[in-house]
């Protein structure tokens, strides 16, 4: 892979939340979930929303629109906003991946 190209990925990396989690988050616990959803500015209602469904990683990643409103998350902005994290999330997931393999 191009030098440019990786430090350029590594620097995206950098500063973000979930950086330094050693684990995908496909394999997280609820609880881990939970943290992860409280580590945001005013989700501490979604922490709880995510322990009463159960929801591990693995469903986090596929939530969607619909999901999140019949689990409760309101207003759509709300949701709106959870699904850019959460599109953050994958996408941050998918580049230490590629990163791993280089």
Do not use: F, Y
Request: contains cysteine; proline residues 3%; aromatic residues 2%.
């Amino acid at each position: 892979m191009d030098t440019r190209l990786q430090d350029g990925a590594e620097a995206l990396l950098e500063g973000c939340p979930m950086a330094e989690v050693s684990r995908p988050a496909g394999q997280w616990t609820v609880a881990e979930v939970g943290a992860w959803l409280t580590a945001r500015s005013g989700a501490g209602e979604l922490a709880e929303l995510v322990r009463e469904h159960a929801v591990s990683g693995r469903a986090l990643l596929r939530l969607t629109e619909g999901t999140l409103r019949r689990m409760g998350v309101a207003p759509r902005s709300r949701r709106r906003e959870l699904l850019r994290e959460l599109l953050r999330l994958r996408l941050q997931q998918e580049l230490e991946e590629l990163l791993s393999l280089i």
